[in-house]
């Protein structure tokens, strides 16, 4: 019997400050060797990311994010990676870039809403696009956030915002949904989100997830004060939005990530 599994999310981050791995693969080189590491590992898609979006991280600019990027996407490519490559980015400029240089998703933490020309650039590239909640911006996001009703404002947002795209003429088949797990949230906030996952599936549209090695993690084990401390709650977190419909995970630990939501999908197989 076919075992099937959510497709595994690699992240590879390009900056010198992002929470987890800051400055492990700020050269070209490092990253793409971290990149082909994680496709070894059983990674289904490749997320270059070139600015942090961790609460407070300071703005990169548009020509420090493209050189951070573009030539790890072009690497990949000449390396034989053929799997997909996302660009974490806000910036249309960026997206632009790394889509020319062979990246197929633009993951964007900032649902398309970062610059005027975001939603007119993504219809153009033709690429699909991951929507993310996020309740202020990064510098600020966990300054004390409020909701009346975190699950039910952020798929209605959700829902709302992958409306308009797609009357702009990007498709439903291009798009997925991320409740923003730690973007302006509190652990109430997250917990909330990850038990409810299924009501953001219900827009019809494939959920990604990403929770890996976050602070609400170190919110529920305060002993896992440095991020490489929460592999366990993170293979948590990812089987528990696997079981509740989510298609996407996004992880720094890959090989550990693809064994646990492989085995999990090899016990549910079983007990048909």
Not at 79 to 88: C, K, L, N, Q, V
Not at 150 to 164: H, I, P, T, Y
Not at 243 to 251: L, T
């Amino acid at each position: 019997m076919a075992v099937f599994r959510p497709r595994v999310m690699g992240i590879v981050n390009t900056t010198p400050d992002s929470f987890s791995d800051g400055g492990r693969h700020d050269s070209v080189e490092a990253a793409i060797a971290h990149g082909l590491k994680l496709a070894a590992d059983g990674a289904d898609i490749l997320d270059i990311g070139g600015e942090s979006t961790r609460p407070g991280a300071a703005p990169v600019s548009v020509e420090d994010e493209i050189a951070r990027t573009a030539p790890v996407i072009a690497g990949l490519r000449a390396s034989g990676w053929a799997g997909p490559i996302s660009i974490d980015t806000m910036k249309p400029e960026v997206a632009a870039v790394a889509v020319g240089a062979g990246a197929d998703i633009w993951n964007d933490v900032a649902a398309l809403g970062f610059s005027p020309a975001s939603l007119p650039t993504a219809v153009d590239l033709g690429c699909g696009v991951i929507l993310m909640h996020m309740k202020g911006e990064p510098r600020t996001m966990q300054d004390a956030p409020h909701y009346d009703d975190v699950v039910s404002e952020v798929v209605d947002w959700l829902a709302v915002r992958a409306g308009e795209v797609m009357a702009a003429g990007i498709p439903a088949e291009r798009l997925w949904l991320d409740p923003g797990i730690g973007f302006g949230k509190t652990l109430a906030h997250n917990m909330a989100l990850t038990a409810n996952l299924e009501r953001l599936g219900a827009t019809g549209l494939p959920v990604l997830y990403g929770a890996s090695r976050k602070r609400t993690i170190a919110a529920i084990d305060p002993t896992a004060t440095d991020s490489s401390d929460r592999l366990g709650g993170s293979l948590a977190l990812a089987l528990e939005a696997a079981r509740r419909g989510a298609a996407i995970i996004r992880v720094h630990d890959v090989r550990e990530t693809v064994q646990a939501l492989s085995v999990q999908a090899a016990v549910t197989a079983a007990a048909r």
